[in-house]
């Protein structure tokens, strides 16, 4: 593992790990502005509430979402999309706030993906037993675009593995105000979150956030 210190939002300390020649955990990158991420996270989903989405297969998802941005992901029985209205209140989902914009451009940047413009974030909220299965993201139009998370509240283990489903899988542990960008050869890699442990985190009690910045269009 290569491990490089520099410099995270603000200009606080931030180590990076390297997961594979595209895929950088920056660790603690976000943990200065976490309070102000939640509390824009608590106006978003003031307007757009986290709910339980539907897979395709019929199956309730045990991670809670919302989303802001000019496009959100969905899913439901007719498949997984992105689309620019919320489909329970039928209303454009909220803006995305300049500081996740900031946040998310400023970490792309740092893993070597210039001028990364999102267009969509998801929210997730994970509580304890939530988890997310082995899945790729590749419902986005334009794949050489990276994608940026922030991981917030209790950590979680994290699964990364290859480009088949197949393919043996580590594990990494996210916490409180790591950031993950992955794009290049890492960007269709298999990905999953184990169930989460129950815990009691200072700022966010026993839940988990993840925010993902993607460029869907
Ligand atoms: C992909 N979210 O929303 S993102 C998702 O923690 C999603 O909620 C997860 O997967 C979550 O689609 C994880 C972080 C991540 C980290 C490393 C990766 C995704 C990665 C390495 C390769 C590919
Ligand atoms: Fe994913």
């Not at 039928?90 to 451009?105: D, K, V």
């Not at 990905?191 to 989460?196: E, F, N, S």
Request: hydrophobic share 40%; aromatic share 8%; with cysteine.
């Amino acid at each position: 593992m290569i491990s490089d210190l520099l410099s995270g939002a603000g200009g606080s300390e931030t180590w990076s790990e390297r997961l594979g020649p595209g895929a950088i955990v920056l660790r603690g990158f976000a943990t200065a502005q976490a309070a102000n991420i939640v509390a824009e996270i608590q106006q978003i989903i003031a307007q757009a509430p986290f709910r339980h989405m539907e897979t395709p297969g019929g199956f309730r998802m045990s991670v809670a979402m919302s989303n802001c941005g000019e496009l959100g992901w969905v899913t439901d029985k007719a498949g997984y999309r992105y689309q620019a209205v919320d489909p329970d209140s039928a209303r454009p989902w909220p803006s995305l706030p300049t500081l996740f914009r900031q946040l998310a451009t400023e970490a792309a940047a740092q893993a070597g993906f210039a001028n990364f413009m999102p267009d969509a974030c998801l929210i997730n909220r994970y509580e304890p037993g939530a988890r997310m299965s082995l899945h790729q993201d590749k419902d986005e139009r334009d794949l050489t675009q990276p994608i940026v998370s922030i991981s917030l509240g209790l950590p979680a283990q994290f699964q990364f593995g290859g480009l088949k489903r197949s393919d043996p899988v580590s594990r990494v542990t996210l916490t409180h105000g790591d950031v993950v960008v992955w794009g290049g050869a890492d960007r269709l890699r298999y990905h999953g979150v184990l169930a989460l442990k129950t815990g009691d985190h200072p700022l966010l009690g026993a839940c988990r956030l993840n925010l993902t910045f993607r460029k869907a269009v």
